[in-house]
């Protein structure tokens, strides 16, 4: 009996041992990021973007770990995240938990005022710094321009036209060459929230149930016959597009650039079609905030500001393909992802029918749901073959009383609202 | 200290396991499953049974563990015999048939994905024999049925081992002597395997089907890795709600089910295939 007590005894010291050796390694900054998650990315971002910085610990995430080990934290009032990197939606959630950012110093770079300005997230305080910048375009292999519809310019292309485009290659090739990203894990969502309804109906909340979404829903319909059926498969649209399954896409520019990276000279990019409303688009803009209950706070911003420098920001750039949020000077060897999706980038930002229709603001952790309900909608008329009118209106239901749980005000494109966005 | 304690002491690290990971999470998740912003609540229940997709996910994943079941167990059953009958190369043969077991779940999931994919191995092979001309999709949301062939087809590779094993080990226990005597009156092969095995395989079938079941009901990675989410199943829509809409609580509610629908068939095994008192070997 001796012996097992001595036993007992001596495997308790080893897990306290064990206990605080992992106790003592975490010395570093954790970065604690919803970005850069494919496994290659984070890989550069250690080796390249962070290499110049002592001590920092990148840990980036899935959503759904991100959030609940963020909350987790502050349940507890207390814990070892040093620094959040996450998207303006993830971070506008939680404004009370991040430090004021206001004394980072930023001396000798020029942050977009437009991007500082949402990182008050309508406080006086500093919550986040922008860390990086995206949005979604249109990649093309060169092999389907020859199917491009009479008269239609790249740079400025119509839903309608990119129908006809993809009809002419699947009758021309023999099977459907459109592709779109309507996997587990692709960004379906983001294209109907921001681009393919507020074309059509200039509003991502409130027209939910109108008859030009109608429109637009039956437009995309009419594009799916002639997408390739595989593409409920398809994340990242870089893989089909590049095996030759796809010869016309939309996506994520950091889903896009391995295509352009790996055949630089196959394929052209180009930006999202436009509607009767104009060239909807959504922006991506992702933010760098420290926790009330991060371990060392000045080691957390030194680490951010560390981030915002000119050099850091353009390997940001090479290593995600995420443009930098500040004037940065961009090294003339760029890969060529980015090389060819900043182009599209620029040209669809700046275009005369231009509209924004940002990300969903002020959801709370019900973003997942504001999601499920375009997913759904697609899901069940599309695929599922559901009556449209019946799906939407169900739908809208659910979308507003989404509105009506999470408070949340209209944000662009819809006009703005007193109380809860309304679905009409 | 008296001997009498020590079995108890030796009982309490696995006791105290299962109370802290095991009980108390469950009693967390039941509380979570009906609970809400104000208290007690039935809503995620009602949440998660009123959505469009639940109808679907019970009955795929009640269908998918009706047919796979009973195909490991008949598959089980034959391998095991074979093994039970075999002289030489026992262990070998039995070490082949077992090796699926010792792959994850997810794992086994991308080994068939790699042969149903589009650009997969069952489909460079039928090019390759020009059965046909470009490769077809197999896994797409138009071809559920292909995508339930495929996650069976999976399942029972990955899982039929376990059920093996246990039947073996059944299958050992049983005395040579009731063979000897059932020889004895003329019975044949058959006969013997369905008057003699069977009926004292009954415990063994008794464990292996109840194991199976409930990891049939809790059936996941390999779903998720050939159907993504154009199958749905219970598990997955727990993860989903938990993960991606953010709402444990109605995830909460999803568990409870698998839990009831699990107990539910292990009552039912325990109580169709129990050994009548006085008949144990």
């Known amino acids: 009996m001796k012996r097992t007590l001595r036993t007992l005894a001596s495997a308790m010291l080893a897990i306290s041992m064990a206990a605080f050796t992992a106790g003592a390694a975490n010395a570093q900054v954790l970065f604690w990021s919803s970005q850069a998650a494919p496994v290659e990315e984070t890989q550069k971002v250690r080796e390249q973007v962070l ?70 997230l309508g406080t006086t305080e500093q919550k986040y710094l922008p860390w990086m910048q995206a949005t979604y375009v249109m990649a093309a292999n060169k092999q389907a321009l020859e199917y491009l519809p009479d008269g239609a310019d790249l740079n400025a292309l119509t839903y309608d036209q990119v129908i006809a485009w993809a009809k002419a290659m699947a009758e021309g090739t023999g099977s459907p060459k ?60 870089q893989e089909p597009l590049l095996t030759g399954d796809v010869w016309l896409a939309f996506d994520h520019i950091a889903r896009l650039g391995e295509a352009f990276n790996q055949k630089p000279d196959d394929f052209v990019a180009f930006p999202a079609p436009a509607g009767p409303k104009g060239r909807a688009f959504m922006p991506v803009l992702a933010g760098m905030a420290i926790p009330k209950s991060a371990p060392d706070v000045d080691a957390a911003k030194a680490l951010v500001k560390y981030m915002m420098q000119p050099e850091t ?48 603001v002020g959801l709370g952790d019900l973003g997942g749901q504001f999601n499920q309900v375009y997913i759904d909608t697609f899901e069940r008329a599309v695929l599922g073959g559901q009556d449209l009118r019946q799906v939407l209106d169900q739908q809208a239901e659910t979308l507003r009383a989404l509105m009506v749980q999470a408070n949340a005000p209209c944000w662009l494109p819809d006009q703005p609202s007193e109380g809860p966005c309304p679905v009409e | 200290m008296p001997q009498k304690a020590l079995p108890y002491l030796l009982l309490l690290p696995a006791t105290l396991f299962l109370l802290v990971f095991f009980v108390y999470p469950f009693l967390q998740i039941a509380i979570l499953a009906f609970s809400g912003p104000e208290g007690f609540t039935l809503k995620p229940f009602l949440t998660m049974a009123t959505h469009w997709k639940f109808q679907t996910t019970l009955s795929n994943t009640i269908l998918l563990t009706a047919i796979i079941v009973p195909i490991q167990l008949v598959l089980a059953l034959s391998m095991a015999s074979i093994v039970a009958k075999l002289k030489t190369g026992r262990n070998t043969i039995l070490y082949i048939f077992t090796i699926p077991l010792g792959l994850s779940d997810l794992a086994a999931g991308i080994i068939w994905l790699a042969i149903f994919e589009q650009s997969g191995f069952l489909n460079s ?48 226990l049983i005395p040579k002597e009731y063979y000897e005597a059932a020889e004895v009156f003329g019975a044949g092969p058959w006969k013997r395997f369905t008057k003699v095995t069977l009926p004292m395989l009954r415990p063994s079938l008794q464990t292996a ?37 953010s709402d444990r609580n109605v995830a909460a509610a999803y568990a409870l089910v698998i839990l009831v629908i699990s107990i539910a068939s292990t009552l039912f095994f325990l109580r169709v295939l129990r050994t009548p008192k006085g008949a144990t070997i």
């Open chain 2, 125 to 172: 092979m039928l090019v390759g024999l020009g059965l046909t001309e470009r490769p077809m999709l197999f896994l797409g949301y138009q071809n559920l049925w292909m995508i339930f062939v495929a996650v069976i087809l999976a399942e029972v590779w990955r899982a039929t081992a376990i059920v093996m094993v246990i039947l073996v080990s059944g299958m050992g």
């Open chain 1, 178 to 237: 459109f592709g779109f990203p309507a996997g587990p894990k692709g960004l379906k969502h983001r294209f109907f929230q921001g681009f393919l309804l507020p074309a059509y109906t200039g509003s991502e909340v409130t027209k939910f149930r109108s008859a030009e979404a109608e429109e637009a829903w039956n437009k995309f319909k009419e594009l799916w016959q002639y997408t390739n059926p595989a593409s409920t498969n398809y994340d990242f649209m």
């Open chain 2, 209 to 245: 089907l109840i194991l199976r079941t409930i990891a049939a009901f809790e059936v996941f990675a390999v779903v998720v890795a050939l159907g993504g989410t154009t199958l749905p199943v219970l598990m997955g829509e727990t993860f989903n709600w938990q993960f991606a809409l």
């Open chain 1, 313 to 360: 920001q353009a390997a940001t750039l090479v290593a995600t393909n995420f443009f930098p949020v500040t004037d940065a000077t961009l090294p003339a060897d760029l890969p060529a992802s980015a090389k060819a999706l900043g182009p599209a980038v620029t040209a669809m930002t700046s275009a005369s029918d231009a509209l924004p229709a940002l990300l969903p």
């Open chain 1, 51 to 120: 290499k110049g910085f002592e001590g920092v610990d990148f840990q980036p995430q899935e959503p759904g770990p991100f959030i609940t080990r963020i909350e987790a934290e502050m349940a507890a009032g207390s814990g070892s995240i040093g620094v959040v990197g996450g998207l303006h939606g993830d971070l506008s959630r939680y404004a009370d938990n991040w430090v004021d950012l206001s004394d980072v110093d930023l001396a000798g770079i020029a942050v977009s005022p437009a991007f500082l300005e949402l990182g008050k």
